[in-house]
């Protein structure tokens, strides 16, 4: 069974940064990184397929930026300028590109406030 352990996160005061780390047990063509936060549902906020093709939800274009090491089987985010508006539980998971989805892990909660 694929597991996926993200870690990375904690809390930040608005306008730091954080990154956010994924590692999967096997190597997985197309990953994303999901958030999701309290009443909202999960969203796809960035994705990365396994030649380094990306993208990103409209609302953290220019501030948050994936990418992975294959050798490692390990995704990355890099999340810049962080708003309240940020704060969620983040989990990694494949790309919808990819077609598959795996059981999810237990998510790292980011926390952005003053």
């Known amino acids: 069974q694929v597991q996926l352990v993200e870690s990375g996160g904690g809390l930040v005061q608005p306008g730091g940064s954080l990154r956010l780390s994924c590692a999967a047990s096997v190597s997985i063509y197309a990953m994303g990184w999901y958030r999701q936060a309290p009443g909202k549902q999960r969203e796809l906020v960035a994705g990365i397929i396994s030649g380094g093709s990306t993208r990103y939800a409209d609302s953290v274009k220019g501030r948050f930026t994936i990418s992975r090491d294959n050798a490692k089987n390990t995704v990355y985010l890099q999340m810049n300028s962080l708003k309240p508006e940020d704060t969620a539980v983040y989990y990694c998971?494949?790309?919808?590109?990819?077609?598959?989805?795996?059981?999810w892990g237990q998510g790292t909660q980011v926390t952005v406030s003053s």
């Open positions: 998971n494949g790309d919808p590109r990819g077609g598959v989805l795996f059981p």
